[in-house]
């Protein structure tokens, strides 16, 4: 398995400027949001259930997801919790 310093080095290659790790609890629900740039999350260790347009998920380690700025998503973290890392890249000015 990668690393998190790969992950985090790729994610930064790839224009995600705002990297952060996070560690979350068993079963934490984030409700319906989005985010104003493009998101990518990898998965380290545990599982989260993904929602994006009425399509359900499971990630586990190595596996990632893509949102494009705006669109709306939901997730539930599983019931071992999940450490992931998210990369943002802000949207572009106007």
Known sequence: MENKEKIKQRM????FSIISEYDDPPNEVFPD???????????VRGSI??????KTSILKPRDE?????KVVHKAKIGP????????ERPAAQE
């Open 12 to 15: 930064l290659r790839e224009g």
């Open 65 to 69: 997801i893509f949102f494009p700025a």
């Open 33 to 43: 949001h989005d985010h104003p740039g493009d998101q990518l999350l990898i998965i």
């Open 49 to 54: 259930e993904v929602t994006v347009s009425g």
């Open 80 to 87: 071992e919790g999940c450490l992931y890392i998210d990369g």
